[in-house]
């Protein structure tokens, strides 16, 4: 086990987005050396993937606070965004599930393009797999660098189950952590519950 000098996730309990709370391991290398590695990419954008709670808004939150730009959730996208975003180098879609008005879209891959400017686009599946009706849209969905999130591999789970221990003052020995590593399923989103049905066992008994 390397040293955990980075963490990942708190799992809405206390949401850290420095640099330094982000656990690296295998699952999550390549999306991170990504990000780190900016403006030196292939294509202008960016599509991290991968399974609720895996960590997309983390990284794009240290994206943002890195370098600099416009976070924009995609639920709450609108023609108005399109002419702030052109005051901004970067540009972050976060929670993107093909949620927004085609014409937006196009919109957005143009202003891109035409701006050289920089898009980093999170998702639960790569935006290339997703249906359009636009071709122009088809085709740029597929002109983009990507980078999936994959499922945790033992150190991640290990980091995860730790730091959110620690983060609610629960106090558990590295024995019983490996035990549960070894057992539990290999999921964001399972360890998210696991933790939150830990976290109230512990309230409820009071120890």
Known sequence: MNEL???????KHKQNFDNQDFFVSKSNFYA??????WPRWEKNILNVYGEKNSGKTHLSNIFIKKYKGKKIDSKNFTDDDIKKLKLHENIIL???NNNIEERLLY???NLVDHSKKYLLINSLIPINEMAYKLSDIKSRAKNCLF?????????LIFALILKSFSDRQIKIDKKIIDFITKRIDRSYSKISDFIYKIDEFSLKKKK
């Open 5 to 11: 000098n980075q963490l990942l996730l708190n799992f």
């Open 32 to 37: 991170y050396e990504l990000i780190e590695s």
């Open 94 to 96: 976060d929670q993107y």
């Open 107 to 109: 919109a957005l891959f």
């Open 147 to 155: 980078a999936k999130i994959e499922n945790p591999d033992d150190e």
